[in-house]
């Protein structure tokens, strides 16, 4: 479970913002809006091929 310590004097909105960093970090929220609905098995795969190829185009244009 992630956690933040509230220092002393600290005001709650800057608290706020390093669990915000933390979570998004962790890849908390990303995780829960996956197992939001169920996504079959063909769908999971599209989207991992989709990805991919994506990162393949963005790294051909990085080495030309």
Known sequence: MTQVNVRRGEPIERALRRF?????????????KRHES???PSQRKRRKRLRAIIK???AEQENL
């Open 56 to 58: 393949r185009k963005i």
């Open 38 to 40: 169920y996504e079959k």
């Open 20 to 32: 915000k960093k933390k979570i998004d970090k962790e890849g908390i929220i990303r995780q829960m």
